[in-house]
Structure formats: C-alpha cells, structure tokens
Nanobody, 124 residues
Framework: QVQLVEYGGGLVPAGGSLRLSCVAS????????MAWFRQAAGKEREFVAA????????GYADFVEGRFTISRDIIQNTVYLQMDSLKPEDTAVYSC?????????????????WGQGTRVTVSS
C-alpha cells in the first residue's frame, strides 16, 4: 500500500509560479511511475504530467505547453510539479498518483494509488 500526500497548493496571480510536492509513504523508486492529475470544478479529472521510475522519461498534457516540469527525488520518495506562467484556467485540485507501470501513462485508470489533492487557485 502506498500513501501519497501533496503539498504546495495555494493562491497565486496569473503569470505566477507554484511548486507542488507529493511525498510517498514507501520507496517508489524501483517500481512506480508517478503522475499529476487535476480536476477543476464541474469538470472531469485530467492528466497533467507523468514521470517514470528512473526519472528519465516524462510526459505532459498538451495544455501544459512547456510551462510545467515534473521531476522526482528518489531518495526523498518525492515527486514535484513546477508550474510557471500559471493561467486562471489552471485553477483546480491537483492530485498525485502512483502505479506499477512501464514508462509514462496519461490514463487515469492505470494508476493504483492517489493522494487527497492540493488546491491551486490562479487569480486573473
């Protein structure tokens, strides 16, 4: 069983930056692909970014457009999402996910473990 806890959400003006962190309760270095998803009010949860177990393969949703960077610290069992040039449409609850996968995946159902999420609000 893997428990995930997210940190770093908050209120930021448009054009600003935030760094989200997701800490895993167990070592995820050798098995787990990690990902970030988000869910805006009234919308379905959507893929944001993913990183494979070794950190040498990443994937992003099209709407990221180079503004976000996913990374991981294997020793600290932590995955990060650096978000720059934030837009009001990035407002959502961002959740971390983990799955025993090969490579990176953008399908919600491929991930087995989820955090509670952290809220990001971007003001215009």
């Amino acid at each position: 069983q893997v428990q995930l806890v997210e940190y770093g959400g908050g209120l930021v003006p448009a054009g600003g930056s935030l760094r989200l962190s997701c800490v895993a309760s167990v070592s995820t270095s050798s098995r787990y692909t990690m990902a970030w998803f988000r869910q805006a009010a009234g919308k379905e949860r959507e893929f944001v970014a993913a990183i494979n177990w070794s950190g040498d393969s990443t994937g992003y949703a099209d709407f990221v457009e180079g503004r976000f960077t996913i990374s991981r610290d294997i020793i600290q069992n932590t995955v990060y999402l650096q978000m720059d040039s934030l837009k009001p449409e990035d407002t959502a609850v961002y959740s971390c996910a983990a799955g025993v996968l090969i490579g990176v995946h953008d399908r919600l159902r491929t991930y087995d473990y989820w955090g509670q999420g952290t809220r990001v609000t971007v003001s215009s």
